[in-house]
């Protein structure tokens, strides 16, 4: 069974500091890797995606994947309240279906 | 459309009926996926369809659950003799193709709830 891991949270942080968000996965021919952020009652948004070793940087966000280690995480700098959240860890492999975790809920402190 | 859509938004019925979920993916968008997401947990994939064509059905929890996309658009997710167990939300999300890339996007949801 393939599972995607997430530590639920709630993760705190001060506002401008960098949260930092893992996951980590169990199907070693996973391909894709996918943040999504979800606001509470509304839909998951896809914030980044990263198909290879090392660092993706999209402004504040940086995605870091490390496939041996089965290992994605997300960097948000400067956290700002309006990123409280909760984040979704997606993997998939081509040709099959997305795996979601379970998300790690997200507060950023004024 | 500019987005994906589903209707109706909420639905509230009784046990044993029938209900049929419907979602309209982004114009062009090669795959459709249905997901059910619980409180407080990621979308539990259900299943997904490229074009017309149901790629992957092992996520539907019993045969109650069923799902069609005849022509390669519209998606309706269909469950026969509702249980108050089937409530939760329950999320369609398109993508444009179906390789590595296959970013999806998620529509607004359907809040079904079974008395």
């Known amino acids: 069974q393939k599972e995607v891991e997430q530590n639920s949270g709630p993760l705190s942080v001060p506002e401008g500091a960098i949260a930092s968000l893992n996951c980590t996965y169990s199907?070693?021919?996973?391909?894709?890797f996918f943040w999504y952020r979800q606001y509470s009652g509304k839909s998951p948004e896809l914030i980044m995606s990263?198909?290879?070793?090392g660092d993706k940087e999209d402004g504040r966000f940086t995605a870091q994947l490390n496939k041996a280690s089965q290992y994605v995480s997300l960097l948000i700098r400067d956290s700002q309240p309006s990123d409280s959240a909760t984040y979704l860890c997606?993997?998939?492999?081509?040709?099959?279906?997305?795996?979601f975790g379970p998300g790690t809920r997200l507060s950023v402190l004024p | 459309g500019a987005g994906v859509s589903q209707s109706p938004r909420y639905k509230v019925t009784k046990r044993g009926q029938d209900v049929a979920l419907r979602c309209d993916p982004i114009?062009?968008?090669?795959?459709l996926y249905w997901y059910r997401q619980a409180l407080g947990q990621g979308p539990e994939f259900l299943t997904y369809?490229?074009?017309?064509?149901?790629?992957?059905k092992s996520g539907l929890p019993n045969d109650r659950f069923s799902a069609e996309r005849p022509e390669g658009s519209i998606s309706t997710l269909t469950i026969q003799r509702t249980e108050q167990r089937d409530s939760a939300m329950y999320r369609c999300?398109?993508?444009?193709?179906?390789?590595?890339?296959?970013?999806?996007?998620f529509g607004p949801g359907t809040r079904l709830t079974v008395l």
């Open positions: 999300a398109s993508s444009n193709s179906g390789g590595l890339d296959n970013e999806q996007f």
């Open positions: 199907d070693r021919g996973s391909q894709s």
């Open positions: 990263i198909y290879s070793n």
């Open positions: 997606a993997v998939k492999v081509y040709g099959q279906n997305f795996v």
């Open positions: 114009s062009g968008h090669v795959s």
């Open positions: 369809f490229n074009y017309e064509a149901q790629q992957d």
